[in-house]
């Protein structure tokens, strides 16, 4: 028994195979090489290596276990990573095949600065053929893994969407490329939940004993929220905590907002699900001070529109400052009988901020602003 | 036995991967007769690399899922 796993987190692989006790051999495809359109699949391999069936029932299996073909034994081989240097080398002045496949090299066997060549390699390629779905997903692949990493910029999760989204225009029967947008999306266009099965493998996993195997990126948000019919707009009747806009204004000197709106992958649909990044801008002196209040995001829809929550909430940590990243989420969509338009959304945040870690601390508001345009089969937001 | 036990193996990986169809897309490397592709991917267990091949050689039941 040997598995493949199609994951962009393969960390979480581990601890559901921990959990379901699966001890065969896996190897990673995070970018789907293998090009499969959905998962699970399970092939019958004979001992030369050749395909015998693609989708086995279990006549099928009683005749492969019991066909007398020779056991060759395994051969022997040493796998060896491609040559990174040479990857860019031969990569300056390749076509878009080369360059992908240099691409794709760099982002399974480079390290971190390796991903900015394989990013840019992508995008070289994409430039000579705009229309090849795959690099558009590979891209995005490689977007959101720098986005988890200590070389983070801003715009990674939105780039990643994008080339997803595009990934998913050239070929929409792409099930795996659909199911990573609805992996971030709106809970209207979910099929399933993602990863709320986290929680109870690690209580299952501790009642026998063991270790739970470690997540350094923890499913969270969207990634762990159950589909719904509806969008449940039933927790917006809270209080606006600065309708007289009277908290002065951080203009984005201390703390950094980016924005992700991730779209529904069906595109008669409007709902969207905002994903707010917030950071503080260190260079700057910019610091959490989690000693008197968690930080605040007030969302106020545009006429017409609805969201699940118009207060949110991100708690700080333990320590008095601090500067970790702290995201917040909400959907939106157009309320019945409403059509769907491009549209504004106002809000702000709200947060207890010090002017360096040990330096002066205070109470600001940022305001922020997202544009939501809908061309004929997507949604871009500004 | 073995072939019951590894049906059984099937039935629970599939039914634990989640997921809601299986589909190899035509025309892709993964064809019944041919060779399966040699790729060389990370090993889930510690990230090094691992050929395809490291793991064929005998009657083999591959399993492709995710998680999620």
Known sequence: ?382 | MKSQILRVMIGAAILSAGGPMSSIQAGTAIQEGKPFPDLTLPALEDGRPRSITDLLGQKTILHIFASW
Request: charged share 25%; hydrophobic share 35%.
């Open chain 1, 1 to 382: 028994m040997v598995g493949i796993v199609l994951e962009q987190h393969p960390d979480r692989a581990r601890l559901f195979m921990q959990w379901k006790q699966m001890d065969w051999p896996v190897l990673v495809d995070a970018l789907n090489i293998l090009e499969l359109r959905a998962v699970p699949v399970t092939i019958l391999i004979d001992e030369a290596g050749i395909v015998r069936s693609t989708d086995p029932r279990a006549s099928d299996l009683e005749v492969f276990l019991s066909s007398d073909l020779p056991d060759r034994g395994r051969p022997a081989s040493v796998a060896i990573p491609p040559d990174i240097q040479d990857l860019k080398h031969r990569s300056e002045n390749g076509d878009a095949e080369v360059l992908r496949a240099a691409a794709d090299s760099l982002f399974l066997w480079g390290t971190g600065i390796d991903l900015d060549t394989a990013i840019d390699n992508y995008h070289r390629a994409i430039n000579m053929e705009p229309g090849n779905g795959t690099t558009h997903f590979h891209l995005g692949v490689t977007y959101r893994k720098r986005h988890e990493s200590d070389r983070r910029r801003e715009g990674d999760f939105a780039q990643a969407v994008e080339h997803w989204s595009r990934a998913l225009e050239i070929d929409p029967n792409q099930y795996i490329w659909r199911r990573r947008i609805q992996q971030f999306g709106p809970r209207q266009d979910k099929p399933y939940p993602f990863y709320d099965w986290v929680e109870t493998a690690r209580t299952e996993i501790a009642a026998r004993g063991e270790m739970p195997h470690s997540l350094p990126v923890e499913p969270v948000g969207a990634e762990i929220a159950h589909p719904a019919g509806t969008l449940d707009s039933g927790s917006t009747t809270c209080t606006e905590p600065d309708p007289e806009s009277r908290i002065e204004r951080d203009p984005g000197k201390l703390i950094r907002i980016e924005i992700v709106t991730i779209p529904s992958t069906d595109p008669k649909s409007a709902s969207a699900r905002i994903h707010l990044i917030m950071t503080p801008i260190t260079e700057a002196g910019g610091h959490w001070n989690n000693e008197v209040g968690p930080t605040e995001v007030w969302i106020h829809p545009p006429s017409g529109w609805e969201v699940d929550r118009s207060l949110l909430t991100a708690p700080g940590v333990k320590e008095p400052v601090s500067d970790e990243t702290r995201l917040v989420e909400f959907e939106i969509g157009p309320k019945a009988g409403h059509d769907r338009t491009d549209i504004t959304i106002q809000g702000y945040a709200l947060y207890y901020v010090c002017e360096s870690s040990s330096g002066v601390c205070l109470f600001r508001r940022q305001d922020i602003a997202i544009t939501m345009i809908y061309p004929e089969n997507s949604v871009r937001s500004r």
